[in-house]
T-cell receptor
């Protein structure tokens, strides 16, 4: 069935360190993946996306890696800042319309 | 350039009442999606609409829930005869087309007493 899951529910990192958030997906037919950041009381905020014809994509301080062989997605945040503290969701675009979200990983940045 | 707008931001209803949640997509976006989020969970897809059409409602409960996106005006998610289990955050997203980035609104937090 369709499901997207995360390995680690909570990640604590020291300010300035790099963060890596992982995600496993199960629908091998999915061809579009997105990472969202959600702060308390707010809606999900788009961070970065990647299509299945790529294995890496970089943005400002963030990199998404896609490994289709093992159906694994990761989000790397460089030089993590206190403002990065939030819940991070990976999402899988299924059938051109709906997104299937994982349960989320809490990122806590310690100053 | 305004983002996705949702109102109200908070809504309190008593059991048996109706809840109406509104969503105005980003300018130039004609595709709207509704998701529901329970506390400490990920978002769950409910329905996907284009102007005047429901494209995919596979995530909508069969009873009491309906959605529309009229030619003019916002998209509406309607919940009739609310029950306590309907308490959740309801998020709307929009995109310029399918398979394109969905941008989310701030959500409506529904509390059923």
């Amino acid at each position: 069935g369709e499901s997207v899951g995360l390995h680690l529910p909570t990640l604590s990192v020291q300010e300035g360190d790099n963060s890596i958030i992982n995600c496993a997906y199960s629908n091998s037919a999915s061809d579009y993946f997105i990472w969202y950041k959600q702060e308390s009381g707010k809606g999900p905020q788009f961070i970065i996306d990647i299509r299945s014809n790529m294995d890496k994509r970089q943005g400002q301080r963030v990199t998404v890696l896609l490994n289709k062989t093992v159906k694994h997605l990761s989000l790397q945040i460089a030089a993590t800042q206190p403002g990065d503290s939030a819940v991070y969701f990976c999402a899988e675009n299924v059938g051109g319309n709906k997104l299937v979200f994982g349960a989320g990983t809490i990122l806590r940045v310690k100053s | 350039n305004a983002g996705v707008m949702q109102n109200p931001r908070h809504l309190v209803r008593r059991r048996g009442q109706e809840a109406r949640l509104r969503c105005s997509p980003m300018k130039g976006h004609s595709h709207v999606y509704w998701y529901r989020q329970l506390p400490e969970e990920g978002l769950k897809f409910m329905v996907y609409l284009q102007k005047e059409n429901i494209i995919d409602e596979s995530g909508m409960p069969k009873e009491r829930f309906s959605a529309e996106f009229p030619k003019e005006g916002p998209s509406i998610l309607r919940i009739q005869q609310v029950v306590r289990g309907d308490s959740a955050a309801y998020f709307c997203a929009s995109s310029p087309g399918p398979q394109e980035t969905q941008y989310f609104g701030p959500g409506t937090r529904l509390l059923v007493l």
